[in-house]
Structures are given as structure tokens and as C-alpha cells.
């Protein structure tokens, strides 16, 4: 949330002048200590200052972006992920460009029964296909698709940070958000989610605006 003039200006005062009392910021300003209350309460719930009882008020080392980092550090995939999209393995790969284009997704991905997770399908790989000229009715997905364990996923628990960092370093637009399971004794991924760029530039945008607050926890 954007500070005030009056609140950068009280921010000034005690990192300045720290450990400073309300009556002194006020004298400063020249305004009267209750007017200041609500200044004051801003900046200790953003974490710009502290206060200590018979101490005053102190600032904290703390810039707007070191606190957003902080707020970042806390939120999880799950707070932010959205709605899998999914196809079948058997789907024609002409299949999963319709679906595309009616999400309006980048990228579907390839499940078994139960919604186990198979393989990734991309525009890119799609278009890869399309440009060798093959006939996009008659193949199915699972022969384009990237397969386990080539994927790269994520989990609901995990915090957002790490997950872009996941996107970021493997070039991809999205990540399918899983939960381990096991199948006759073998460790698979049931595809609960998906976490896309879109995801983390909404979040950004949200904390910038001053509207994640406590809604990511």
C-alpha cells in the first residue's frame, strides 16, 4: 500500500531519530499526537517501524521491497494456483489445440485415469508437429507430449517464490501443481492444479496494489 506524504515523513523522522517517541514525531510535524495515531498504526502493521512501550518508536531496516519479499516468502502454490487443464493420453493432438484455444491456456496436460499425470503438451510442441505436416486428427497427444519424469512440477505446499523460480530457470510457461501418490507400489503425481506466469504477475500486481494483505497466509 502506498504510504502518505505525512507517513514517508514520519518513516524519515525515525529512522533518523530512532528510538523517538509519538509526542516528539508530533512536535516535529506540528500536529497533535492523536492526529498522528492512525499514521503511526499504519507504519507498525506494515512493518516500517516498531514501537516499545517507555522506548518509542523505531524503524525497523526495512525498505517497501525487503517487505514485499517477506510477504512473498510466506504465500504458498496452493494461494494462488488455478484450475488443471487436462486431456487424456489418447486425445488427437488437433484435440488438445481446441481445448487450448478454449481455455485459453498455453499448456494442457496429459492425464491417465484417476488424473495421473503423463506428459505436458505445449503450443510449441504442437506447432513443431504441425509445421513437419503431419495429420494433427490422427496423433495422439502421447507422442508429442513430454513425458514423466521430464517434468518439471510443483506442490501445493510449496512456496510461490521457489515455484517461479521453477518457471524462470526451465523456460516454461506453467507448472501442473501435484500431489504424490503411489500405484502398485510406484510413486505417481495426481495433477491438482496448475501454476502459470499469469499466476505470479496477478500476485505482484495484487501486493503492489496494496490487495494481498491477509488474504495469503
Avoid at 70 to 82: A, E, G
Avoid at 94 to 110: H, I, P, R, S
Wanted: with cysteine.
Amino acid at each position: 500500500m502506498p504510504l502518505t506524504p505525512r507517513q514517508e515523513k514520519i518513516s524519515d523522522i525515525v529512522r533518523a531519530s530512532g528510538p523517538i517517541t509519538g509526542e516528539q514525531i508530533a512536535e516535529r510535524l506540528n500536529v497533535t499526537r492523536a492526529a498522528l495515531r492512525p499514521d503511526l498504526a499504519v507504519l507498525v502493521m506494515s512493518g516500517l517501524i516498531e514501537a516499545r512501550p517507555k522506548v518509542g518508536y523505531y524503524y525497523t531496516g526495512k525498505d517497501a521491497f525487503s517487505l514485499i519479499t517477506d510477504q512473498v516468502s510466506l504465500i504458498k502454490v496452493r494461494d494462488i494456483q488455478s484450475v488443471p487443464v487436462v486431456v487424456s493420453c489418447n486425445t488427437s493432438a488437433y484435440d488438445a489445440v481446441v481445448t487450448m484455444f478454449l481455455e485459453d491456456v498455453g499448456t494442457v496436460f496429459a492425464v491417465e485415469p484417476g488424473g495421473i499425470l503423463a506428459g505436458v503438451i505445449s503450443r510449441k510442441d504442437v506447432l513443431k508437429i504441425a509445421i513437419g505436416g503431419n495429420d494433427l486428427h490422427k496423433m495422439p497427444v502421447k507422442v508429442l507430449m513430454t513425458p514423466m519424469p521430464k517434468i518439471v512440477v510443483t506442490t501445493p505446499d510449496e512456496p510461490v517464490l521457489a515455484a517461479a523460480k521453477k518457471i524462470i530457470d526451465n523456460e516454461v510457461d506453467s507448472l501442473p501443481v501435484v500431489s504424490a501418490t503411489s500405484t502398485l507400489g510406484n510413486k505417481v503425481y495426481e495433477v491438482v492444479g496448475r501454476l502459470t506466469k499469469t499466476n505470479v504477475a496477478r500476485l505482484f500486481v495484487e501486493l503492489g496494489e496494496g490487495k494481498g494483505g491477509n488474504n495469503y497466509s
